[in-house]
C-alpha cells in the first residue's frame, strides 16, 4: 500500500510517541540502577576491605609489634621524600611511608592493646633514606624525642615486653648513632651483635667559612641582619665565628646533648657522670658496652627475635590454659610453642599494625556518621523539629613544613606556599564543624610577605573563637615562629630549634669576578636611582644602604610588635630574647616563647580542650599533596638529576649527613635581595 503525501506530513500517532518516551524512561532506569548497583558495590567493597584491615590482627589472641626502621620511612606526613624529588615513590618502594600521626598513633594504640603483648624496636643501624630524623643531626632531635616519649610510655607498661636489637649504633665510628642509641634506651633491654659499637662520640660543630674564598674569587657579599645572633649568611660573611655565632651554637649543642644524656640515664639508671667518661671513650665495642652497663647483652637480632616470640607465645598460652573450655585453641597453641619459626607466628609488622589502627578509625568515623544520620532524621520527626541539628566536631590537623614561600609557586619540593596555606585556613574559618585548629609548623621561616599572609589567616581564626594550637617540629624558627606566635597556645619538644626572631637580607656583587674574565657591564641609562639596586653586579651606595637598613627596621620592629602581640609579653623581654637567636624547645619554654613542652599527640588534647570539642571530636588531616603528574611537570627530571648531583657533592665535601641541599637552594632563592625571616642556623653542623 502506498501511502499519499498528506498521510506522510501527518504527525506520528500519540502512541507511537508514549512508546518512545516509555522505551527511554526504562534504559534511563536501568542505567540508573546499574550505577547506583556499582557505586553501592564500591562502596561495600571499600567497607569491606576497611573491616577486613582493621579486623586482621584480631586473627591473632596474642602478638608482638615489629617496630622494624629499615623497612620504614617516618616522615611528618608520610608524602614522598625530597631525597629523590618526583621520583620518590620509585627509589622508595621497599619502604613503607608513615606520618608521624601514624607512627604515635600506632605506638598509643599498642599501649592500651591487651592483644599486644610486647614490641621490638629493631635496625640494621645504617641510616635507610627516610629516616633523616635518626642521622645525629642535631636539627632532626624533636622528631626522635616525640617517637621516643611514646616508647617509653609504652616500655611503662609492666605487662609488656620491650626489646630493642640493633646490629651496631654507628659502624666503626663512620656515624654518630647517638640520636639512634637514644631511642633505643626507650625500650627495657637493648641488644647489639658482636661486631657492632656504640658510635656515641657526642656532639659538635665544624662549619665552613667562604668569606676569604669570595674575596679571591672578588665576590663581595652585602648582609644586613637584625640583630647580631641571626646567622644565616655569617658563612659567606665571615672568615670564622662570631662571638655571637660561637655562644649560640655551643649553647644549642649543650643542651641538646644535656637532653640526650638525661634520656639515657633516666632509661639505663647510668649516672650522667659515668654516660660522660663513656662518650669520651667511644666508640665503644658492643662487648665495652655491654661491661658499662649501656646494653643489655651482645646477641645477634635472629636470635632477639626468637625470643621475643617464645616470650609473647608463653604469654598467650597462659591466657588461653585459663580458658579451660577451649582446649582445642590449647592444644594448637602447645603444639606452636614447638615450631622453627614460631617467632613468625606471633609478629605484627608496625607498617601492618598502623594500617589497622587506622582502619578501625575510619570505621569508627563512618559508623558515628550513620549513626548522626539517624539522630537527625528522628530529631525532624519529633516534637522539637524546629531544634538545631546535631553535627559532627572536627579537629583540623594543617601541616606547614619546608622554607615558607610567598604565593603559589608551585614548588616541587617540600615548601609552605604562603598563599595556598592561606587559603587553607580560610576554608577552614568557614566550616561549621571545625571547631578548634592544630597547626604542625616544621619550617626554618621564609619570605616575610608570605609569613605575614599565613599570619592574618591564623589571627582571623583566633577572632572567630577557633582556637589555634601550634604544634613544633624538628624546626620552627624565625618566620616559622612569626606565623606560630598569634596562636591560642604552642607546643614544643625539648629539642625543637626555635625563635629566631629577626629579619635578614643579602646579596653578592659579581662585578669584580666577571671583570677578571674578561666580562664588562656597559650600563646604559637608568630610570629611576634605585633601578639597579638589586643587580647581582652592582654596589649599593651609601643612600641605598641607609634605605635598606630603615626597611629591615621596619621588618624587625613589625616581628617584634607581632610577637609582644601574640605572647602578651612586654617588649622589653621581647627584645632581649629576640636579636635572631635561636632558642632549643626547653629554653623557649623556660623564656615563654611556647606555653608547653609537648609533642603532636599533647597539641590535638590541647585543641579538643581549648575548643570544647570534647574527646569524641574527630581529627581531620587537611593535606595540600600535589599529584605525581603535577610534581613532574613543575620539577622535571633535570631538577631531580641536578639536586642529587648537588647533594651528593656537598655530602661527600662537608663529610655531614645533615647538609641540607633543599635548604641551601632556599636560603639562596629567598635572600636574594629581599629580607627574609629565614635560619638555617645548622646547616654545616658536624
Not at 363 to 391: M, Q
Not at 527 to 540: D, W
Not at 590 to 613: F, T, Y
Amino acid at each position: 500500500m502506498i501511502a499519499t503525501v498528506e498521510e506522510a506530513q501527518k504527525p506520528p500517532k500519540p502512541r507511537a510517541a508514549a512508546t518512545l518516551l516509555s522505551r527511554v524512561g526504562k534504559r534511563f532506569v536501568r542505567l540508573s540502577a546499574g550505577v547506583f548497583l556499582l557505586g553501592a558495590g564500591g562502596s561495600a567493597l571499600s567497607y569491606y576491605a576497611l573491616v577486613k584491615t582493621a579486623n586482621f590482627p584480631k586473627t591473632l589472641d596474642g602478638f608482638y609489634v615489629d617496630f622494624n626502621l629499615d623497612e620504614l620511612s617516618i616522615s611528618e606526613t608520610g608524602g614522598d621524600s625530597d631525597n629523590y624529588g618526583p621520583l620518590s615513590p620509585f627509589f622508595l618502594e621497599s619502604q613503607k611511608r608513615l606520618s608521624l600521626k601514624q607512627t604515635l598513633d600506632a605506638l598509643h594504640k599498642a599501649k592500651v592493646d591487651e592483644r599486644c603483648k610486647g614490641m621490638l624496636l629493631r635496625s640494621s643501624g645504617s641510616l635507610p633514606k627516610g629516616n633523616d630524623w635518626l642521622s645525629g643531626s642535631p636539627a632532626t632531635m624533636a622528631m626522635m624525642q616525640e617517637i621516643r616519649s611514646a616508647l617509653c610510655e609504652f616500655s611503662s607498661q609492666k605487662e609488656k615486653i620491650s626489646m630493642a636489637a640493633f646490629n651496631t649504633f654507628g659502624e666503626l665510628g663512620t656515624a654518630n648513632g647517638l640520636q639512634a642509641y637514644t631511642l633505643a634506651t626507650a625500650m627495657k633491654e637493648v641488644y647489639v651483635q658482636p661486631t657492632g659499637h656504640l658510635s656515641i662520640m657526642g656532639m659538635a660543630s665544624r662549619a665552613p667559612f667562604f668569606r676569604e674564598f669570595l674575596n679571591k674569587w672578588k665576590v663581595e657579599p652585602f648582609v644586613v641582619k637584625r640583630n647580631k645572633y641571626k646567622n644565616a649568611l655569617n658563612n659567606f660573611e665571615h672568615s670564622s665565628y662570631t662571638a655571637e655565632h660561637r655562644e649560640a651554637t655551643d649553647h644549642l649543642l649543650g643542651t641538646l646533648f644535656e637532653q640526650c644524656l638525661h634520656d639515657i640515664s633516666t632509661s639505663t639508671g647510668v649516672d650522667t657522670r659515668a654516660l660522660r667518661r663513656h662518650i669520651d671513650k667511644a666508640p665503644l665495642t658492643a662487648d665495652q658496652a655491654k661491661d658499662a652497663e649501656l646494653i643489655t647483652d651482645v646477641q645477634y637480632g635472629s636470635w632477639v627475635r626468637e625470643m621475643i616470640g617464645i616470650q609473647t607465645l608463653k604469654k598467650v598460652l597462659s591466657e588461653v590454659l585459663e580458658d579451660k573450655k577451649n582446649m582445642q585453641k590449647t592444644r594448637a597453641y602447645e603444639k606452636m610453642v614447638w615450631d622453627a619459626n614460631v617467632e613468625e607466628k606471633v609478629r605484627m609488622r608496625m607498617q601492618d599494625y598502623a594500617a589497622a589502627v587506622e582502619a578501625e578509625k575510619m570505621l569508627d568515623s563512618i559508623h558515628n556518621k550513620i549513626s548522626l544520620a539517624w539522630r537527625n532524621i528522628f530529631r525532624g520527626l519529633g516534637p522539637n523539629r524546629e531544634d538545631e541539628k546535631v553535627s559532627p566536631k572536627q579537629i583540623a590537623l594543617v601541616y606547614a613544613e619546608g622554607a615558607i614561600l610567598n604565593g603559589s609557586s608551585g614548588s616541587s619540593g617540600k615548601a609552605i606556599e604562603g598563599t595556598r596555606l592561606a587559603q587553607v585556613l580560610q576554608k577552614l574559618s568557614r566550616n561549621p564543624k571545625v571547631k578548634g585548629v592544630v597547626l604542625r609548623v616544621d619550617s626554618p621561616g621564609g619570605s616575610v610577605v608570605g609569613s605575614d599572609e599565613i599570619w592574618n589567616e591564623v589571627r582571623n581564626l583566633e577572632s572567630l573563637k577557633v582556637p589555634v594550637v601550634v604544634s613544633m617540629g624538628n624546626v620552627c624558627a624565625s618566620g616559622g615562629y612569626y606565623i606560630s606566635c598569634p596562636a591560642s597556645r604552642i607546643l614544643a619538644s625539648p629539642g625543637t630549634l626555635t625563635g629566631s626572631i629577626g629579619v635578614i637580607m643579602g646579596k653578592f656583587n659579581f662585578e669584580g669576578f666577571f671583570k677578571d674574565l674578561g666580562v664588562k657591564f656597559d650600563e646604559g641609562k637608568t630610570f629611576g636611582k634605585n633601578a639597579t639596586m638589586m643587580s647581582p653586579t652592582t654596589s649599593y651606595t651609601r643612600a641605598q644602604r641607609r634605605q635598606i637598613n630603615r626597611m629591615i627596621d621596619s621588618v624587625y620592629d613589625e616581628f617584634l610588635r607581632k610577637v609582644e602581640e601574640g605572647r602578651s609579653m612586654q617588649l622589653r623581654m621581647v627584645k632581649r630574647i629576640a636579636n635572631g637567636r635561636v632558642w632549643t624547645g626547653q629554653d623557649a619554654y623556660r623564656l615563654g616563647l611556647v606555653d608547653q613542652l609537648g609533642g603532636l599527640h599533647d597539641a590535638i588534647e590541647a585543641a579538643k580542650l581549648l575548643s570544647g570539642a570534647g574527646e569524641e571530636a574527630r581529627v581531620v588531616e587537611v593535606k595540600t599533596k600535589k599529584s605525581l603528574l603535577r610534581r613532574f611537570r613543575e620539577a622535571g627530571l633535570s631538577s631531580f638529576v641536578t639536586d642529587s648531583v648537588v647533594s651528593s657533592i656537598l655530602a661527600d665535601f662537608f663529610n655531614s649527613p645533615s647538609v641540607d641541599v633543599g635548604m641551601l637552594k632556599s636560603l639562596m632563592t629567598q635572600c636574594n635581595g629581599k629580607p627574609v625571616l629565614l635560619d638555617p642556623s645548622l646547616l654545616f653542623y658536624r
